[in-house]
């Protein structure tokens, strides 16, 4: 633990702290997140939390944390939590409304949605500091030669593109936006997993309605920037080793099999 070795005989101990006086980030008095670690407080230990305050259609950036789970308590308000499961290649997003929580393993590529105003969100993590890796560093640090050359696109497109992003956005779009939130924003992310939602909503269906009036109506609409959950890609396969990433991997001969077998699967579907 982070504190075997605290001394909570000394004056320096601290039991309590005012998030309040630790803001992380400010995009206005209606989006802002407010932070707590060992930093704060020192008898913390081995958690952490940000205090996340968001308005509709308000995004906390696509993200990873490279040190830490990440629990989304909903305290007041709605939203959506998106993440990619890296064994499936699925793109998930869940609802949560107050006292519900959604959970997002360590390194998992992942984004919060507010759906309502006043909006209020606990993320606690099981680290003393919580790092993180934004999607808006990987774009702006990342060469619009190598993004261009890499996925076969037009450099100056790119360099167009990603210029105004010049620095960790945390909540989106920037205060700057040309291109303000759209009144549509709770349509942004729809789940496509309802774990919430109470069944036989409506139990008197006339029994002549015809089913499946509109077949060629898409059962939601995907943020602009996210990936659509109809189009998942199948999980590609080593043609050398013939190995499936989401399949259970034992290697035929080795002479640490017991530590081998045991040992877990990282994200990109290899045992380490």
């Known amino acids: 633990m982070a504190t075997s070795y605290m001394d909570y005989t000394l004056p320096t101990t601290q039991f309590t ?3 309040n006086q630790n803001q992380l980030f400010k995009k ?3 989006n802002y997140i407010n932070s707590l670690s060992i930093k704060q407080l020192n008898t913390l230990g081995n958690a952490s939390l940000l205090d996340i305050y968001l308005s509709t259609g308000n995004v906390v950036e696509p993200h990873i ?3 830490a789970t990440e629990l989304v308590y909903c305290i007041s308000g709605s939203a959506v939590v998106s993440l990619i499961n890296p064994f499936t290649n699925e793109l998930l ?3 949560i409304s107050p006292g519900q929580v959604a959970n997002v393993p360590q390194g998992w590529w992942h984004y919060e949605v507010a759906t309502v105003d006043q909006t209020h969100l606990l993320a606690i993590f099981d680290a003393p500091v919580p790092e993180a890796i934004f999607g808006s560093d ?4 990342t060469p619009a030669s190598v993004l261009a050359h890499t996925y076969c696109l037009d450099e100056n497109k790119v360099k167009e593109t990603l210029a105004p992003i010049q620095k960790t956005v945390f909540i989106g779009p920037p205060a700057d936006c040309a291109t303000q939130v759209s009144p549509a924003a709770d349509n942004m992310s729809k789940p496509n997993s309802q774990p919430n939602i109470q069944p036989n ?3 008197n269906i006339q029994p002549n309605v015809q089913p499946n009036v509109q077949p060629n109506v898409q059962p939601y609409v995907q943020m602009q920037y996210a990936p659509s959950p109809e189009y998942i890609y199948p999980d590609p396969m080593n ?3 013939g190995h499936h990433p989401n399949a259970a991997y034992v290697p035929a001969e080795s002479e640490y099999m017991p530590y081998t077998v045991q040992r877990p699967i ?3 579907g290899w045992r380490y």
């Open 93 to 95: 997003n869940f609802p």
């Open 65 to 67: 944390h490279q040190n």
């Open 239 to 241: 043609p050398t080793y």
């Open 201 to 203: 909503i409506q139990p």
């Open 17 to 19: 702290y005012d998030v």
């Open 138 to 141: 990987i774009l702006r640090l």
């Open 266 to 268: 990282i994200g990109n």
């Open 28 to 30: 206005d008095e209606n």
